[in-house]
């Protein structure tokens, strides 16, 4: 038992060690949600839109919409891991039905060098609505982010204040969420 006992006790530091680190990211989660709950989001008004399908068109940043969704990824990380344009298509499918015009959603890209890796995602996906490929990080910058967000995901308001924080498509009990507040 003693010539076991060292390495029972590294395997029992190295779980301690891992769920002291889950538990201090939940606490930074939960802080940074806090943090947002009520506050206006800043958008920006001089990026054009970029359309992965030219005949669909649609002017965006002007509506007046009751909700809006924003959704911002740098792709210094993973941008297949972290935007799922697919999950996204068939969300913007699920509002149109339910909720008409009440829901508009501002993508906001920041491309590391250039932008065919998202349009070729865009393509790929067949994800054919409206992005912003915001290269100044604008929408970044407007509203304090930081470096160490690579992608977020808000729910505002009219006047722009975030309702709920989070991608719903990392959690789908988060979009039911998202979905029972722009139904009313």
């Not at 709950?37 to 509506?63: C, G, H, M, V, W």
């Not at 972290?82 to 499918?93: A, D, Q, T």
């Not at 989070?166 to 009313?184: F, I, M, Q």
Request: hydrophobic residues 40%; aromatic residues 14%.
């Amino acid at each position: 038992m003693n010539k076991y006992l060292p390495i029972i006790l590294f395997f029992v530091l190295v779980i301690f060690t891992s769920c002291n680190k889950k538990r201090g990211k939940q606490t930074h989660i939960n802080k940074f949600v806090a943090e947002w709950i009520d506050k206006q989001i800043l958008i920006p008004t001089d990026i054009s839109p970029f359309y992965a399908d030219s005949t669909n068109k649609e002017i965006i940043t002007n509506r007046q919409d009751v909700y809006k969704i924003v959704v911002y990824v740098d792709s210094f990380e993973c941008t297949t891991c972290n935007l799922r344009l697919y999950l996204w298509k068939e969300f913007i499918s699920e509002t149109a039905e339910c909720c008409a015009d009440n829901v508009n959603y501002l993508f906001y890209f920041q491309p590391k060098s250039n932008n065919s890796d998202i349009v070729s995602l865009m393509k790929r996906d067949r994800f054919y609505y409206p992005v912003f490929f915001d290269e100044k990080n604008t929408i970044a910058k407007m509203n304090h982010w930081g470096n160490e967000v690579s992608s977020m995901c808000f729910l505002l308001d009219k006047n722009n204040r975030v309702l709920l924080v989070g991608d719903p498509t990392h959690n789908l009990r988060l979009w039911e969420l998202y979905k029972k507040v722009v139904s009313g």
